[in-house]
């Protein structure tokens, strides 16, 4: 067997590829008969996976998720900025995403309403997974933006789902943000750039501390992971606003005293979400007040990532890649599926236990997650980063990263393909394959890792 460093060499540029498969797949054309549709890819669209599926026993993943991909077309900057070439393909790529994203806006289901023919097209078995024409009229406007989903080819996703979601515009802010960062783009982009972000930062400010569905699209309520990446959009937007004249565009976007107002009443909120007595963050609130057993949740590790401003953090401040809490939450999350996943049972001594969502997850095999294990190295890394750190400690990150890293090799087949989860039984891929947020993280966790050394995240 390779040595870890010749793997990830091997692996990240096999997960870059199979990324891009997921990005404008304009070759790919997806029929849904059940449903009446034939769905055909615009360029910018990013579907979670670009292998169909219709719960046979795949699920069908065919769309463009809000959350899923602002997470991808981070992961894309990270191989731009990381590579050695000039990254047209990269940049040609977010300008079709940065197009499709503005393009969404005009959507209308009042349309659909009008229309009956859509309907008759579905097959009768498939009906009573229809929206209905009161959420159909609903869909237009500002809230578009919490439709969880669409199609990839620009249309309303006419299927029942879990709606809204007020993760998407925040997590597409950041995205754009960093990617602003990186410079170099033409007028035209620019101006359809910080027309995106006014957007998704004025839906943040004024929904962001609304009720909404969880990132597993599960339960509704008010939820750590959403709260934390909108305070991280909405900080970090202000910080924009003021180095632009964005807000005195049209009116259209939120000052940045706004932002930075409701920035801090969000994170306020979540320190509430502190259990001192389990010892980790809870990842949800739910409106009638019970406690849900969804509480310890890798949800609230993914938060602490999505949200991380390298540039911005200090050591061990709250909610931050450095919070003493945030690490005692992966540590609760890494002993309970060391305890619950057969895989876990006979691991060596190198390597940290495979991780999954949640207790109780039944989700196909309710079974092990590459991002999730992969956020858990992720996060020793990052907080391995801290220059206040003693150097001992900072190593002991470094290595408990690898074994989380280690345990990721071990479960990923020959092939190089990841797929959503391992089996906590066999450790066999199952549910979504080629799903392109486990690519995502691949390529965020190890970014993190070579960071740690600045070396690229090609060399070994």
Known sequence: ????????????????????????????????????QQVRPLPGAIVASPVPGS???????????????AVVIDALRLLLVQSDTAGSLERGHFADFVHFSLALADLDGRALVASRLWRERVAPPFQRYLRTDAELAAAHGEALAGETRVNPDGTLDISRWARPQHDGPALRALALLRWSAVGDFDGSLQADMAKLLRADLAYTLWHAGEACFDIWEEESGLHYYTLRVAAAALEQGAAWLEGTDAGGIDGAAPAAGQCRIQARHLLERLDGYWLAQAGYYRSRLLPSGEPSPKELDIAVILAALHSDDPLARGSGAAHDVNDPRMHATLERLAAFFDAEYPINQARGATRAPALGR?????????????????????????????????????????????????????????SGELAEQFDQRTGQPTSARQLAWSYAAFISCISARRALHGLPATCA
């Open 1 to 36: 067997m390779p040595r870890l460093d010749q793997w990830i060499a091997h692996q990240y540029r096999h997960a870059a590829a199979q990324m891009l498969l997921s990005i404008s797949p304009v070759g790919i054309v997806r029929t849904r008969a059940g449903f009446g």
């Open 358 to 414: 949640y207790p109780g997850d039944h989700y196909y095999s309710g079974g092990a997650y590459y991002f999730s294990t992969l956020a858990a190295a992720e996060l020793c890394y990052r907080a391995a980063r801290d220059p206040h750190g003693a150097a001992d400690a900072a190593a002991a990150l470094r290595r408990r990263g690898d074994a989380f890293l280690e345990t990721v090799r071990a479960y990923t087949p020959a």
């Open 55 to 69: 719960y046979d026993p795949d699920p069908d993943y065919f769309f463009h998720w809000y959350r899923d991909s």
